[in-house]
């Protein structure tokens, strides 16, 4: 009998741990947190003072409740001033335009929407028809294009840089870098710049051409998260990679990097919520 109980109590406990870690590995995989970041520059025009940028990357279909609302509510609440998309917006495993479009046409009622494509939209085959969808959804769409916020007088340019994939799969060699850098060119050295692209990796050629502030993804936070260390690996990364997550800087240019919000290969997170940035601009 007092063997039977030990048995008994051994099983409870078993089932009490197996619980909890299903528990947390849920809250952990769906429990958004909103990171907020104060960027100074004295190149932002008077007029953007207190501008507020909500960062979305690594959506990868993943869904936030009915229509999306966990999420939408997320982004309302901080006001965006504008809301910017740093790809793989789609899976190209568990590809879903509707759900995709669902997040999308949301996002565009709580502020204008720029997006920029990752790689899953270019493995996806369907990248013109989500470039349509997103278009009439009234998304700026800019891929190796640039755009202008204006504000009064002040202006601020935006550039976007289409994922390297649709370039080809070794972009890091030859003229492939040669073309990001001519799209990167688009950008005036006399007002203030903002990028946005996929790949964090890149940083070090983002920097040389002097771009002030810089939004990226595909990193998903290094996946599992080690306190005190770090994200434990990141797509073109590898292990312990340099850049998962937060702002960082070199010479003249900043990088923020999102963690993301869903998964791909990985279906889990660990230390490692999903996340939506604010960055709110300063020109002190």
């Given at each position: 009998m007092v063997i039977r109980n030990k048995i008994v109590k051994k099983l409870i406990g078993l089932a009490a741990v197996i619980l909890a870690v299903l528990v947390f590995c849920i809250w952990q995989n769906n429990a958004i947190t909103t990171t907020k970041i104060d960027y100074s520059n004295a190149k932002i025009p008077e007029e953007f003072n207190g501008y507020r940028i909500?960062?979305?990357?690594?959506?990868?279909?993943?869904?936030?409740?009915?229509?999306?609302?966990?999420?939408?509510?997320?982004?309302?609440?901080?006001?965006?001033?504008?809301?910017?998309?740093?790809?793989?917006?789609?899976?190209?495993?568990?590809?879903?335009?509707?759900?995709?479009?669902?997040?999308?046409?949301?996002?565009?009622?709580?502020?204008?929407?720029?997006?920029?494509?990752?790689?899953?939209?270019?493995?996806?085959?369907?990248?013109?028809?989500?470039?349509?969808?997103?278009?009439?959804?009234?998304?700026?769409?800019?891929?190796?294009?640039?755009?202008?916020?204006?504000?009064?007088?002040?202006?601020?340019?935006?550039?976007?840089?289409?994922?390297?994939?649709?370039?080809t799969t070794s972009y890091l060699e030859g003229t492939n870098i040669s073309k990001l850098r001519e799209h990167l060119q688009l950008l005036s050295d006399f007002v203030f710049q903002i990028l946005l692209c996929h790949r964090p990796e890149l940083f070090d050629i983002y920097v040389k051409e002097n771009i002030d502030l810089i939004f990226s993804g595909h990193a998903h936070g290094g996946q599992f998260r080690i306190p005190f260390v770090g994200g434990l690996v990141a797509p073109d990364q590898g292990l312990f990679p340099k850049y998962t997550s937060g702002a960082y800087t070199q010479n003249k240019s900043t990088m923020i990097v999102s963690r993301g919000l869903g998964n791909s290969i990985i279906p889990i997170r660990i230390f490692n919520r999903p996340e939506i940035v604010v960055v709110t601009l300063r020109n002190e």
């Open positions: 909500v960062h979305i990357s690594d959506l990868h279909n993943k869904e936030f409740g009915k229509n999306q609302e966990g999420l939408l509510k997320k982004i309302h609440a901080v006001s965006p001033d504008i809301i910017v998309i740093t790809g793989d917006l789609i899976d190209r495993r568990k590809y879903d335009l509707e759900t995709a479009m669902v997040f999308i046409n949301g996002a565009v009622e709580i502020a204008p929407v720029y997006y920029v494509s990752g790689n899953h939209e270019a493995w996806s085959g369907e990248y013109e028809n989500i470039r349509e969808n997103l278009k009439s959804a009234g998304v700026h769409i800019l891929d190796d294009t640039k755009a202008t916020l204006s504000k009064g007088q002040g202006k601020i340019e935006i550039l976007g840089l289409s994922d390297p994939d649709f370039l």
